[in-house]
């Protein structure tokens, strides 16, 4: 018999109006940090601006306010990730980290047993 | 900051052209040992018997053959799991229960840290 292997899709709930983080709300964080910018981060992700915006605006419900801030510096105006951007991919990638070591271990372990 | 909590959907895969186990297809197979009957389970679930029927067939590719046998007692027909569904079933909430005690533990350990 085929050994099975376990897959799953993490999310992180935060309760109440709190939208929930999955992997491509946290894709998004990230691609603000490396752009600086939420509409290049958009266009990588194939999403409109305005989806975007309203799923960075959202995320504000999760925690400590918002999860991007706005920058100047010199002729350029851009999106960085604030702290509390910060602190939800940082979440989420270590708890997707930890959930992947343990899917190593319950695959080893899975066998069909009769 | 509202404390996270981590969830998952669990799929088994099998590689080729088995179909992926997920709850609802576990499901099916449970109900149709409640049962003993595909027609009552795929009522239970909401579903045609067309496409319970095509989900049970499909699972033969998981493993030893079909996972659903025909059984015949007086003058009640019906179905039962065979030893390679019942196989599947266990094997998929095995795995289930391991990672819900994985992911109290990690949910217990999940903080926003900044």
Known sequence: MAKPRAEVSLRLS?????PTLDERTVRLLELIDLHGSITQ????LGISYRTAWILVDELKACGEGSVVSAFRG??????????AGQALVEQFRRAERELANFLDQLNDGLRLER
Do not use: E, H, K
């Open 74 to 83: 010199g002729t350029i105006n851009g999106s960085r990730l604030a702290p």
């Open 14 to 18: 935060f309760g109440g109006q709190a």
């Open 41 to 44: 981060a958009a266009r990588a």
